[in-house]
T-cell receptor
């Protein structure tokens, strides 16, 4: 149980274009989903917290107009990187948690974004 | 200010021996702690957790110890296996803060056969 998927696993896009990453909880309903970014050999940096049906809460320093988050259902959250630039190249990971286990977060496999 | 620290960036251990990973925190509001294992280019996998009302939790080869007064926790893996080679992250949560996780910097474990 508690499986989280992400799509795509890898994406290469040109500078100035937008990219959408999907995060799905496959066997449970996720009350909250989180989006992280990981730089090479660094820890996970929380970007935003997403609750179904409401606006995402962004961490300090994260541009909400650049990283658009939509949590339209209890099983799907999307992160759209708008007008991507090479410095947005990174490993993006989502996680989800559900009511029965309010503390544990279950992570997706991650998406490697490369902006050329 | 890093609220969760893993001061050892790497650890090498012989197969069959014990691996001990350490984690320190500064925020006294943290009341739940978790350990995750991560392979390159994959998402973290939940290993084990502990509530602040306990000082030990055991699950198979994994045991987590919590010393609240020292704001310190550790993960023991025994016996260590080559498949345990990965990066291990300590994470902490303050229940009232929306259960966001604050991660440590990670410790890379290499288990030698």
């Amino acid at each position: 149980g508690a499986v989280v998927s992400q799509h795509p696993s890898r994406v290469i896009c040109k500078s100035g274009t937008s990219v959408k990453i999907e995060c799905r909880s496959l066997d449970f309903q996720a009350t909250t989903m989180f989006w992280y970014r990981q730089f090479p050999k660094k820890s996970l940096m929380l970007m935003a917290t997403s609750n179904e049906g409401s606006k995402a809460t962004y961490e300090q320093g994260v541009e909400k107009d650049k990283f658009l988050i939509n949590h339209a259902s209890l099983t799907l959250s999307t992160l759209t990187v708008t007008s991507a630039h090479p410095e947005d190249s990174s490993f993006y990971i989502c996680s989800a948690k559900y009511v029965q286990y309010p503390y544990e977060q279950y992570f997706g496999p991650g998406t490697r974004l490369t902006v050329t | 200010d890093q609220q969760v620290k893993q001061n050892s960036p790497s650890l090498s251990v012989q197969e069959g021996r014990i691996s001990i990973l350490n984690c320190d925190y500064t925020n006294s509001m943290f009341d739940y702690f978790l350990w995750y294992k991560k392979y390159p280019a994959e998402g973290p996998t939940f290993l084990i957790s502990i509530s602040s009302i306990k000082d030990k939790n055991e699950d198979g080869r994994f045991t987590v110890f919590l010393n609240k007064s020292a704001k310190h926790l550790s993960l023991h893996i025994v016996p260590s296996q080559p498949g345990d080679s990965a990066v291990y992250f300590c994470a902490a949560s303050a229940g009232a803060a929306g259960n966001k996780l604050t991660f440590g910097g990670g410790t890379r474990v290499l288990v030698k056969p």
